[in-house]
Each structure stands twice: as C-alpha cells, then as structure tokens.
C-alpha cells in the first residue's frame, strides 16, 4: 500500500517512523514533512498541511491508498471528508466530529448534557452579559476563545479585571481572530494535568498508555505556554485505579455521547485530564495525537500502528488486540532561542549522528536539510527521545543524548519528569 501522512513536526515524524516498519506498507510519503522526515521518506514541502486542495491532488496523482491526517487544522477544515468524498480512506474524524477540538462550546455542551466531569462553565456571544456574569463571580476565572486558538486560547484570570481584560481581548479587539467571537468563562480547577489518547472507530473507544505534557517554557513549569517542551509516559500519576475510574466516567460516556449526538468520530480522541481532588476531569479534548506525546507514546506501541489505524476508519477496532511494550518513554525538545515567542531560523543544528549512536530516537519537528546537515526552522526543532524499563532510565538516555546536541540559542527544559525521579 502507498501511504501519504500530512504534517510536518515531531508527532508527524513519530507516525512515520512507525509505519515505516509496517509490513503492510510498501511507500510512504509526507506532505509537506520537515528535514528529518525527509531522511524516511519523500516529503512534498510545497503541499502545506491545511492545503486540503491541494491535498486531495496530491493524494490523487500519487495514487495513495490510505491519508494519515496528523494536524488539528486539516481536520477541522474537513480533509477527511474531502479524502473520504474522493475514494480515498483516511485516518483522523470528519469535520463535525472534530469540533471536539474545534468549538471548546461544542465539546463543553456535550460533556455538560452527558454528565462528564468538567470545569463549570458558561458560553457567551454577547460581551456585555459576559461583563454582568464575571461581576457575579469569585476569581480565579479562566476567559477561553472557542476555536482552535494555536493553544494559546486560554487565559488564567487570577482577578475579575483581568478576566474583564480578557474577555475585551477576545471579544472586542479580535486578538484570537474569529475564534474569539464566542468566549467560555470556566472555573479554574486544580490539579496535575494528564493526557490520555484513544484509538477510537465510531464505535469503541481504547486508551493508549498514559502520557504526561510539560507546556510551560522554563524549568520549575515556569514562563510562557508553549506547545510543550517534553512529556513521559506512562504518567505514574495515572494509577490503575484512576484509569479505571476515567474509562466509567469519562471515556465510555464520551463515545456513548457523541454517538448520541450523531457524531462518528474515528481516530484519535485525545482527552486532557486533571486530577482534582474531587477526582478526574476533562480540561479539554483534541481530535489528533498529542504533540509531543505521540512522541513517547508511538514507541511504546508493540502492535504495528498502521493495523490499529485501518481498523479505526474500518469500524473493526473492537476485534484488535492492541499490545504495548512494558517499558517507558521520555522526549525532550530542544527550542529555538526566544520560543514560544520571537526566535531565529537557519541555524546549524551539530551533534545529531553521534546523538543518534547513543541510543536515543531523534524525531525532528522544525528542521530543514541542507545536502548532510540540518539547520533549525522553527520553535521547537528536535524532540530527543528514549525508553527504558524505568523512567529514570529512559530520562537518562533522552538527557545524555541531549548534552551531544547543539545549535545557535538552543534551549530545553532540564527537568522533564523531574519529579519522578529516583
Ligand atoms: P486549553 O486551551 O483548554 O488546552 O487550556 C490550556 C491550559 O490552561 C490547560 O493545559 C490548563 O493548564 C489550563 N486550564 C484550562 N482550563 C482550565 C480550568 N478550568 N482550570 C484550570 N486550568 C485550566
Ligand atoms: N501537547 C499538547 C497538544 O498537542 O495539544
């Protein structure tokens, strides 16, 4: 089978190394791919990943069997459906089943209507009834656009007139652009914060080992939110006893709600957690694999990844064994200088061939390849990643190839899952 994966990152390099060893597939592709997924397989830069015109072409003059859909954008914008509408399966949800990203008012309405545990919270399209709500509340408040916001549609208000702020921003200046038309204020909630993925096929729903993001800039979660700067999986938080708790209050009633609401989502649901003392609730949902989580949770797949993925989109996911290796993950991504704000492109990135030797699998996520060297070309450039029986060792393999990587202003986080540490 001829394969076409779209995006150009970390997580997108993570699912091309995986399908890469799948017997199944005998040529992959990647549009537009980035320096070091062009090292894997042919990348196509000029087809960028919200293109979904020029998707479709291109799915169709390569004669691709199969799509895997990486980003959030293509799904929302309905690449699925325009693949699916041309003959051609694709991996990811249609473009009303993605609005479990897309519209936070959208999923939030589900999981207030399906008694999922969630921040309280209300909707709003008018900022003066926004104004006379934030009047009535306690801070801290948190002030969310609707749409997809790049991550950074959430602001943590820790006084009333910063949440009148916010919801000003959004509202009335259009700083989050059309997403910030429809704002939701939510209580702020308490708690550490963990990712669960699940392969779903419309019908069932299977979590993937446990993951754990760290999104602030600096070490000590301090400094700005980015698009995460490291993750380990499983999370030792996530016990038994809370998986068993998230599959009867969260999972099993999502699948049951969207199916209620007439919703086929196939692909990856991705839940975001919090442990509040209360116990679980959803932060948010995504509608793709988590990045950088993907990137410590594909490794640890012992099923071939493609296999699970065709028995989403085929609705056989029920009749799937899905294996895992009992080992852990840890990635490290390495930052241009100034991300997640200003930060240069162009630089030459030294050390990868010797890093790679150690032992540590090296995804790139914003790079470019010039002939045998690579140069950065975006915030985040390279996610060092390793597994290990534990998650010391894992972290020590991810943080000693680290040391063998340089570039011009490279910065990262030296204590990715710090506070698991022996
Ligand atoms: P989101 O854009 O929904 O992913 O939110 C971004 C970040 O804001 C989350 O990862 C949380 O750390 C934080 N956050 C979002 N909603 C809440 C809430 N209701 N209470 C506390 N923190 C929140
Ligand atoms: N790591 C956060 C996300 O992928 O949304």
């Known amino acids: 089978m001829k394969v076409l994966v779209v995006g150009g990152g970390g997580r997108e390099h993570a699912i091309v190394k995986a399908l890469r060893e799948s017997n199944e597939i005998d040529e992959l592709i990647c549009a537009p791919g980035n320096g070091g997924i062009s090292v894997d397989c042919r990348c196509v830069p000029e087809v960028g990943a919200s293109d979904i015109d020029a998707i479709v072409s291109l799915a169709k003059a390569e004669k691709v069997d199969y799509v895997v859909v ?27 089943a993605a609005r479990m990203e897309s519209s936070k008012i959208f ?14 919270f209300r909707t709003f399209t008018d900022y003066e009834n926004a104004l006379r709500y934030i009047e009535t509340q306690q801070p801290p408040l948190v002030v969310k656009a609707d749409g997809l916001a790049l991550g950074k549609g959430a602001i943590i208000c820790e006084t009333l007139d910063d949440a009148r702020e916010a919801v000003k921003e959004m509202m009335l200046d259009g700083k989050f652009g059309k997403s910030g038309a429809f704002v939701l204020i939510e209580e702020c909630i308490y708690g550490p914060e963990i990712t669960v993925l699940c392969f779903c096929d419309g019908k069932s729903i299977v979590p993937m080992v ?3 993001d760290h999104k602030r800039a600096l070490d000590g979660d301090k400094g700005l939110n980015t698009g995460g700067m490291g993750a380990v999986a499983p999370c030792p938080l996530y016990t038994p ?4 708790r998230v599959e009867a209050e969260v999972l099993k009633p999502v699948m049951d709600a969207m199916i209620a609401e007439g919703l086929c989502f196939k692909g990856i649901l991705y ?39 065709r ?13 895992w290796k009992n080992e852990c993950a840890a990635t490290v991504v390495l930052a241009s200088g100034g991300y997640p704000e200003h930060y240069e492109k162009g630089k030459y990135i030294s050390g990868l061939s010797i890093a790679m030797l150690s032992g540590a699998t090296i995804y790139h996520a914003g790079t470019k390849r010039d002939k045998y060297t690579f140069l950065t070309n975006g915030g985040r450039v390279l996610d060092i ?27 990262y986080r030296t204590d990715i899952g710090k506070k698991y540490r022996a």
């Open 241 to 244: 006893e809370i998986a068993a």
């Open 385 to 411: 990643t390793a597994r290990g029986a534990t998650l010391e060792q894992a972290l020590q393999k991810a943080y000693s190839a680290v040391r063998l990587i340089s570039f011009d202003g490279m910065q």
């Open 311 to 323: 028995a989403c989109t085929d609705g056989t996911l029920g009749k799937l064994r899905i294996e």
């Open 210 to 212: 446990s993951s754990q």
């Open 70 to 96: 990486g980003p959030d954008d293509p799904l929302a914008l309905g690449c699925v459906d325009r693949l699916t509408e041309s003959g051609i399966p694709a991996f990811g949800p249609d473009k009303s």
């Open 107 to 120: 999923s939030k309405g589900l999981m207030e209507k399906h008694s999922i545990p969630t921040a309280k």
């Open 271 to 309: 839940v975001q957690l919090m442990l509040t003392k209360d116990g679980p609730k959803v932060i948010e949902f995504n509608a793709r694999f988590g990045d950088p989580e993907a990137q410590v949770v594909i490794p640890l797949l012992k099923t071939d990844l493609f296999t699970i993925m």
